[in-house]
């Protein structure tokens, strides 16, 4: 393929060579080749331009992995238009807030949501276009033209025309618009595939929402650009995907750390293969293992004992892979199928992408040193939409992100500059005493948070969310944590909670579980 200049482009030679015929996304009752999965992207949109949606409009996609997404994510930006997705576990009142400053022209809703939505929107007089769909991919809208001719022509705009727009976590006017060009998302789709060493003929189940960053990459444009084959489900479904992994259906699976606890748990379900101890950096072992060619680990929060549990049931190294929104989903991977040298570094920084570590003045950092990563790369944004700059003037995008980087070149993230938690002016990362909890036979997966202390400035408050038919001990995650932990990074309070509250991408909400501290 000749250097692409649009994503569709990446569609149109997986659908036009030898792939045509290849299957492209497998759901458990439909099957697309390549070749079909264009000729619905071509339908698609020009159903879109018979509503007069064309350059500069956006459409909102507030779906599940139905594959009507998939294909509005192609077929907006084959207009000219750019996809707006939409995270679906919101409220309908923070959804809402965000459509005011997002203006899109026309907003893919499930229909069993429809009357409520529209009478949000009623609510808060926002005359939007809405168009309700069918888990079975139907849509129902006033004047939709099922009938109108597909587009024929070439794809609409340039490497520099934005094609998507992500909204940071936030609510109303507070948040962030953040416009990706095709250039950042081709780069992106590139630096993973040589990363991962992803090739046709791989075959692909990502757990990650399509309106994700990771979903569009992985499942969408990752796919496209090699013409590999992806099995889907509208919902997330641990069972069929221990089910693929059982008959040798799939090469590859990625999703966050909890995607794979609960197919280790399905696997568990059935006595395991005999079989000797496979080598997790060769991928050997005997046969009747269950392997993969890898896996992907990519998400804020890596538990590293359960991707070495995945690792020691399947006999398959896991990769790792970290991003932000403003990198267009990728900004370090970890190829542990490839290079297995270090097995707890974040990742080295893609091909193409500078990453320093400076302290708060801007100043570079010497290595090994915890500060704030700044980036710069083709596949780095170019300044938020609703906001002044975003980067500087020479492409650095001072990130919000704390790390560092080895003498060696690996990259290590802690977390958020503001979820750093500083007590008695020691600082405690959250992922260090997460890592800790969640080893723990009784917890499923924890969130730890900084909350007001008189004394010692902030407290360490950790959320938990206990296994099925556990209790909260207090004592017993204490003494858990006294032999692994520093005094000062204990948690001095635990909270038994149901789930912890994430972002579309993953991202624990650390935010709201200060703010629910505050009020109790």
């Given amino acids: 393929m000749t250097r692409p200049r649009h994503i569709c482009e990446l569609l149109a030679h997986a659908a036009g060579g030898d792939s045509a015929d290849k299957p492209a996304f497998v759901w458990p009752d439909r099957t697309f080749t390549w070749a079909q999965f264009e000729q619905g992207v071509r339908a698609l949109a020009g159903r879109l331009r018979a509503l007069g949606i ?26 000219g238009a750019t996809y707006l997705p939409l995270n679906l576990n919101r409220t309908l009142s923070a959804i809402v807030g965000l459509l005011e400053p997002t203006a899109p022209a026309i907003i893919f809703i499930p229909e069993q949501i429809r009357a409520d939505f529209d009478r949000t929107l009623h609510e808060n ?14 849509i129902r809208m006033d004047g939709w033209p099922g009938d109108a001719d597909p587009f024929d022509g070439d794809p609409a705009g340039d490497r520099d025309a934005v094609c998507a727009r992500r909204l940071s976590p936030g609510m ?16 992106a789709t590139d630096a993973v595939r040589s ?16 309106a994700t960053a990771r979903g569009q990459l992985m499942q969408m444009l990752l796919p496209a ?41 399905e696997l568990g379900r059935e006595p395991a293969p005999d079989r000797a101890q496979s080598n997790a950096e060769t991928g050997e072992g005997e046969p009747g293992a269950r392997r993969l060619r890898f896996a992907l680990c990519a998400g804020p929060h890596i538990d590293r004992a359960v991707l070495a549990r995945f690792e020691q049931m399947l006999g398959c190294p896991v990769a790792t892979a970290a991003g932000m929104l403003e990198t267009a989903g990728l900004l370090a991977v ?54 002044p700059n975003g980067v500087s003037s020479d492409g650095w995008f001072r ?40 080893s723990h036979p009784s917890v499923y997966e924890s969130a730890v948070v900084g909350t007001p202390d008189p004394a010692m400035g902030e407290r360490v408050t950790a959320f938990i969310v206990l296994r099925p038919d556990q209790a909260l001990v207090e004592s017993d995650l204490k003494r858990h944590c006294e032999t692994r932990l520093s005094r000062y990074k ?25 703010e629910r501290e505050k009020t109790r």
């Avoid at 459409?59 to 207009?79: C, I, K, R, Y």
């Avoid at 003929?201 to 399509?210: C, E, M, N, T």
């Avoid at 912890?500 to 200060?514: N, T």
Wanted: aromatic content about 6%.
């Fill in 195 to 210: 990363a991962l060493q992803v090739v046709e003929g791989d075959v692909l189940y990502g757990a990650y929402p399509f």
């Fill in 490 to 514: 204990i948690p001095g309070r635990f909270v038994s909670i149901s789930s912890l509250p994430r972002s579309a991408d993953g991202l624990i909400l650390r935010g709201e579980l200060r």
């Fill in 172 to 187: 109303g006017r507070e948040v962030r618009i953040i416009p990706l060009r095709h250039r950042h998302l081709l780069h």
């Fill in 125 to 138: 007089g926002l005359p939007l276009r809405t168009a309700a769909v069918t888990m079975g991919g139907e």
């Fill in 334 to 387: 970890n190829p542990a199928h490839i290079d297995g040298s270090n097995r707890i570094a974040s990742g080295r920084p893609v091909s193409g992408l500078d990453v320093t570590v400076r302290d708060d003045g801007g100043r570079v950092l010497p290595p090994d040193t915890i500060g704030q990563l700044w980036v710069r790369g083709p596949n780095v944004f170019d300044g938020y939409e609703n906001e």
């Fill in 399 to 438: 990130t919000s992100t704390l790390g560092s980087i080895d003498f060696d070149g690996w990259l290590y993230l802690k977390c958020r500059k503001d979820d750093r938690i500083l007590r008695g002016g020691f600082p405690v990362y959250p992922e260090e005493v997460e890592a800790v909890l969640n």
């Fill in 54 to 79: 064309g350059g500069g409009d956006s459409v909102a996609v507030l779906l599940p992995n139905l594959p009507l997404h998939a294909m509005l994510s192609f077929a907006a930006p084959l207009l």
């Fill in 225 to 265: 650009r090699v013409a590999a084959t992806v099995h889907a489900d509208i919902a997330w479904a641990p069972a069929r995907v221990a089910d693929l992994i059982r008959r040798e259906k799939l090469t590859a699976f990625a999703g966050l750390a909890p995607d794979f606890a609960d197919v280790l748990a």
